[in-house]
């Protein structure tokens, strides 16, 4: 038995939640995974998995394994990526995490361009509106809204995610124009729970003084695709990262309200495990897709 490929077999398993994920992650067969962690199984004369028809997790016996074995094969990864990088050849998988919203909108045109640049990479990109273990689920790095509470991540802090206010033209014709907070407070909106203070009241920022506004939202939603939506059919007004409706703006499909007022803005960050060496492939990428993300019109460095 090759231990080595049996506990990577059955680390990836653990941290998947699913034999199939593991197979995909680790290209192998779903029955190749399954036959490592048999004979590890059978090596250690205990059962490591629980099996339910949805996923797997690891007995009490097998979570104790995976703590045991991740510091050891985080070891020999790094021992293999510091004689890859000795040679400096940009090549191999990484495995990135970026905010849904901000992903499909413009983080996928940025991975394809690095892609295009460097064919010998190959990139697994998940893009999910939640915060994510970066050791724990094998992240290489992510790009991350707020900063990280996380102790074992290095972080790179790349600027602010602007929020304006804005509405359709519809919108407007229908409610009329909103040109003072107290109209805000009066017109049904879309908001998200960043732009809103735990009060549920709208925090807003002129000349760099917060203020806090009541206000009528019919839809909170994290969907960056549900708010655009709503934006353009008319069906309310709200905040949204600039970012996300550049084009809409520069069409007229939507247009800014109070401009003179922003929301209040979120820090972005890149996020890389402090635990694992960066290989060349990660830092080319790294330097690749921050040098492009800073000129996003909708991105602060500030």
């Known amino acids: 038995m090759d231990l080595t490929a049996a506990l ?12 199939t994920a593991a197979a995909r992650d680790l290209s192998l067969s779903q029955p190749a995974v399954s036959k490592h962690i048999a004979n590890l199984e ?21 979570q104790a394994l995976y703590d045991a074995s991740r510091s050891a094969l985080a070891s020999i990864d790094a021992a ?16 990135v995490h970026a905010p849904s919203c901000i992903g499909a909108k413009h983080f996928h045109s940025i991975v394809m361009a690095f892609q295009r640049e460097h064919p010998s ?9 939640r915060t ?3 050791v724990f689920e094998n992240f290489d790095l992510a790009l991350v809204y707020g900063r990280p509470e996380a102790q074992d991540v290095i972080i790179r802090r790349l ?44 925090a807003l920022l002129r000349d760099g003084t917060q203020m ?15 708010i655009e939506r709503t934006l353009l059919d008319g069906h309310a007004a709200g905040p949204v990262q600039h970012l996300l409706i550049a084009e809409d703006l520069a069409s007229g499909r939507l247009v800014r ?37 800073l000129k996003i019109e909708g991105v602060d460095v500030r």
């Open 8 to 19: 990577r077999a059955f680390a990836r398993t653990v941290e998947r939640g699913s034999l």
């Open 42 to 62: 059978h090596r250690v004369q205990a059962r490591l998995l629980e099996r339910s028809a949805r996923s797997v997790r690891p007995t009490a016996e097998g």
């Open 80 to 95: 293999v990526e510091g004689l890859q990088a000795d040679s400096g050849r940009i090549e191999g998988t990484i495995r």
């Open 121 to 129: 990479v190959a990139i697994d990109l998940v893009l999910e509106s």
């Open 132 to 134: 994510v273990d970066l």
């Open 159 to 202: 600027g602010l995610v602007l929020r304006i206010l804005v509405a359709s033209p519809a919108y407007l014709a229908k409610h009329g124009p909103i040109d003072s907070l107290d109209r805000l407070s009066q017109v049904p909106l879309i908001t998200t729970p960043r732009s809103l203070t735990p009060q549920n009241r709208m």
């Open 212 to 226: 806090e506004v009541d206000v009528w939202s019919i839809l909170r939603t994290i969907d960056a695709q549900v």
């Open 257 to 293: 309200i109070l401009p003179e007022y922003e929301v209040r803005p979120t820090e972005m960050f890149l996020a890389y495990p402090s635990v694992k060496f960066m290989r060349p492939a990660v830092r080319a990428f790294a330097e690749f897709a921050v040098e492009r993300l």
